[in-house]
């Protein structure tokens, strides 16, 4: 029994961690937002995002194993460098805005737990995790981070703590709702927006290639297709999972808070942070110091996750080194870009803008530049000169067509409520 469960978490690795990541302070807040401002009646989103998901998901980690290089370098080797230098500026500047949030979230979340100054926390949150991508090798790395994705399961145990309209759920969980208006629209759109996000793409299919380079007799499986099964077999379990792991979560979070805050008509949640403060009073001192607690071990995935795929992107685009496992002179370019887009989150919180209007923006580049490049992933995915004979299935491509076309609606309706 133990060695069937020690298979099975061997198999579990940059899927696991990239759905965690999904679920990072940011989108704990859209999740409370949707979950107290609607109720139940958004819990079909998450439900009708999780196969797509793991359809775009699973192409991007396919071609990260098949082609041994991450998606920056795919596209830059088959679409003009004005579009790879504008799709990964804007990526940056997104995630750079995401880990703003992100490192205030978590100093926010310290704050309500313990005082003090928040400001003082979210620089020691970004410092902390900086230090670790720089100095810990890939393979103690991502043990940690597999780890910290239990910190998730703090949402799934917080449900058992209030008290759920069972009997309503299971109809609002499988049937979609829909109001044409501004509001309800914008909700959903943020919902789509933070399930499927690009960075989310970069990373599993960076993390893939660095499988392969961590293992000396690993190869690219274009170069070398045997046991080609086994490495698609463990990205299927991994991805499935990991997106399963991570819906499931972003379900709790909107059902506790559709629970509690929307019961008790508080609906105007704009953090993560407020969300916690808000639930103390309505659902008690067990239920807070789990939301609490729960924005702070989410955020430590989230933060090396954004800042990583960033520096992938980059450094691949450039042709530079890049990589977890290569010592700090050994990829100065790589590193540097992880520094920055960190140290550049944290300066973004001590300006005078706006950061939940940044978030907004940031969502925005997200939404915009997730369908060119899940067009881009899903023509490459498909094309034999680039997969061999590893092109997806019918199924799956069908899966990825219909989360790109899913978002190219999303973008639509969220310009359209401007």
């Known amino acids: 029994m133990k060695a069937r469960i020690r298979d099975w978490m061997r198999q579990l690795g940059p899927g696991l961690i990239t759905g965690a990541a999904d679920d990072d302070p940011s989108g704990i807040a859209t999740y409370s937002q949707a979950g107290a401002q609607f109720g139940l009646l958004t819990l079909w989103t998450v439900v009708f995002t999780y196969p797509l998901m793991v359809g775009i998901q699973m192409v991007s980690a396919r071609i990260g194993r098949v082609t041994g290089h991450g998606l920056a370098a795919n596209i830059r080797s088959h679409f003009p460098r004005p579009i790879v230098y504008a799709v990964v500026g804007l990526l940056v500047i997104a995630n750079t805005i995401n880990i703003a949030a992100d490192i205030a979230a978590m100093g926010d979340a310290l704050r309500l737990l313990i005082g003090g100054p928040g400001h003082i926390y979210a620089i020691a949150f970004g410092v902390v995790s900086l230090l670790l991508q720089v100095f810990l090798t890939y393979q103690r790395y991502v043990r940690y981070l597999k780890w910290l994705t239990l910190a998730l399961l703090a949402y799934v145990v917080m449900v058992l703590t209030v008290n759920i ?46 499988e392969i380079e961590a293992d000396p007799h690993a190869y690219a ?21 990991g997106m399963g792991f991570s819906n499931l979560v972003a379900f709790c979070i909107i059902l506790a808070t559709a629970a509690t805050l929307h019961v008790a008509g508080v609906t105007n949640i704009e ?11 309505l659902a008690g001192q067990a239920a807070f110091l789990v939301f609490a607690l729960g924005i702070i071990g989410t955020g430590l995935i989230a933060v090396p996750v954004l800042a990583g795929s960033a520096a992938y992107a980059v450094t691949e685009a450039f042709q530079w080194k890049r990589g ?5 002179l050994e990829a100065r370019e790589f590193y540097a870009i992880i520094a920055l887009a960190t140290l550049g989150g944290i300066a973004f919180d001590f300006s005078p803008i706006n950061p939940i209007k940044a978030l907004f923006w940031s969502a925005v580049i997200n939404g915009v530049i997730a369908v060119p490049i899940m067009m881009v992933m899903m023509l490459l995915a498909d094309d034999a000169k680039v997969m061999g004979r590893f092109t997806v299935t019918r199924r ?6 219909l989360a790109t076309g899913t978002m190219a609606a999303a973008v639509m309706a969220m310009f359209a409520t401007w």
Do not use: C, N
């Open 271 to 281: 953090t993560s942070a407020q969300a916690a403060e808000a639930l103390r009073p």
């Open 396 to 401: 799956l491509k069908a899966l990825g067509w």
């Open 165 to 210: 309209p069972w009997h309503e759920v299971l109809a609002h969980a499988v049937v979609p709702h829909f109001s044409i208006t501004t509001e309800y629209l914008t909700v959903v759109v943020a919902v789509f927006g933070t399930t499927i996000s690009p960075y989310l793409f970069f990373w599993q299919a960076s993390q893939e290639v660095e």
């Open 324 to 328: 977890l496992d290569l010592k700090l």
């Open 221 to 241: 499986l274009a170069k070398s297709p045997d046991g080609a099964q086994k490495h698609l077999r463990r990205i299927k379990i991994d991805t499935y999972i």
